[in-house]
């Protein structure tokens, strides 16, 4: 009877997962009519080398843009990533600009990183745009086609590319099945604005009416409050089926679990109760729980064989309609969907977080508190999260 039920249930992912596809390829017909090219300042937060950091700064200079510029925002000289930045401030010098500062008091780092910088650009329109993202000549030229009157936010589809460690494949296959089929869903179906920080440009008359900084200060997910609160001021959220790259070369395995812990929590402390239907996107394992529930058995073995085989034939289908290149690194997929299945009970059991060197306790909406405060407080937010949901 258990064999049965979880018989069901697989069925029922391998079903959503359909819906998800079928969501990817409505995204990517999607035609843009647009031709609105305003102004745009670029503002891009530094912290650290990330892979290829060169190369994915030196891709935003070669923009085919009649007017744009960019801010490369830092917090310190002594960060590795300013001598790059140096770099390209050199090397296109009318486009550039550097901003180094750490004045600012809000607690999430990447908030706190461009403060500065969106206080001096000179554009009505500004886009926030992630260091580890690489992008095309065009990339611009299609983004800002799709902000019209009614629009006050565009976000962009990301995949990942060119890993070489194991961390880094792991990365990209989750970039390029769990998160752009779920935002693809999420966007097509379900009809819920989905805003992806590694890319959004907005107006700054529609992000100061929101609160600007001031209102994404203290939360971790800032790029989901900045969508949620856009939404809900009557403005339309839009996901550009323009894809970006984002590069993933030489990650390690701590770093994956790490990043995809903090991501679970954040989906946790979002979604609340919605956050149960997770695992029915992940088929690989549900059927490796029916061996844990049931024991092994041929049935059971045949099931979790059979559920993995499909998997990986609809990533790999997936991933082809992304125009990404895939080897044999393919035959990581089970291993990685069980990593995560894991990974998704992490949140009933912390909600610490680190990140960019800081630790925090996060509540409801990701709400940030910092770490060392006392155990009281740190009960008090876990409490009031529980009760919320």
């Known amino acids: 009877m258990i064999l049965w039920i979880f018989l069901g249930l697989i069925s029922l992912t391998f079903l959503i997962y359909f819906f998800q596809i079928l969501a990817l390829r409505k995204k990517l017909k999607e035609k843009i009519f647009s031709i609105h090219l305003p102004a745009i300042s670029i503002i891009k937060p530094l912290k650290g080398l990330d892979d290829n950091l060169f190369d994915n ?17 830092l917090e310190n000289q002594n960060d590795p990533a300013y001598r790059v930045a140096e ?3 050199n090397k296109y010098p009318d486009k550039v600009k550097i901003v180094i500062d750490n004045s600012s008091k809000a607690l999430n780092p990447k908030v706190r990183n461009m403060i500065t910088a969106y206080r001096i650009s000179k554009y009505d329109y500004f886009l926030i745009s992630d260091s580890n993202v690489f992008v095309d000549s065009d990339y611009l030229r299609k983004t800002a086609s799709s902000m019209t009157e009614e629009v006050g936010l565009v976000t962009n589809l990301i995949v990942g590319t060119r890993g070489k460690s194991i961390g880094a494949i792991f990365e990209n296959l989750q970039l390029n099945s769990f ?25 700054k008359k529609d992000f100061e009416e929101i609160g ?19 939404h809900e001021k009557g403005k339309k959220v839009v996901l550009s089926n323009y894809l970006i790259k984002n590069i993933n070369e030489y990650w390690s395995i701590k770093r994956f679990l790490n990043r995809h812990t903090r991501w679970a929590k954040i989906r946790w402390k979002i979604a609340g109760v919605k956050y149960f239907t997770e ?51 393919i035959i990581l997929i089970p291993l990685k969907d069980l990593i995560n299945g ?32 006392n155990s009281f407080m740190r009960t008090y937010l876990r409490l009031k999260t529980i009760f919320s949901h």
């Open 87 to 89: 770099k390209i401030r």
């Open 179 to 203: 998160i752009i089929l779920s935002v693809c869903l999420l966007d097509k179906f379900l009809k819920m604005p989905c805003s992806i920080g590694k890319s959004m440009l907005m107006r």
């Open 279 to 329: 695992p029915l996107v992940n088929p690989i394992f549900m059927a490796f729980f029916i061996t844990i529930v049931s024991g092994i058995s041929s049935l059971s073995a045949i099931l979790f064989l059979s559920s993995a085989s499909i998997k990986i034939m609809l990533d790999l289908f997936v991933i082809r309609m992304l125009k990404q290149k895939i080897g044999l690194e």
């Open 212 to 230: 600007g900084f001031g209102a994404i200060r203290d939360v971790l997910a800032e790029d989901y409050q900045i969508g949620r609160l856009i």
């Open 57 to 73: 700064l030196e891709s935003f200079c070669l923009q085919d843009y009649p007017e744009y510029e960019i801010i490369l925002s």
């Open 342 to 373: 894991i990974i998704w009970f992490v949140p009933f059991f912390t909600s610490k977080v680190n990140w960019r060197g800081n630790k925090y306790v996060i509540s409801k909406n990701t709400v940030l508190a910092p770490a060392h405060e």
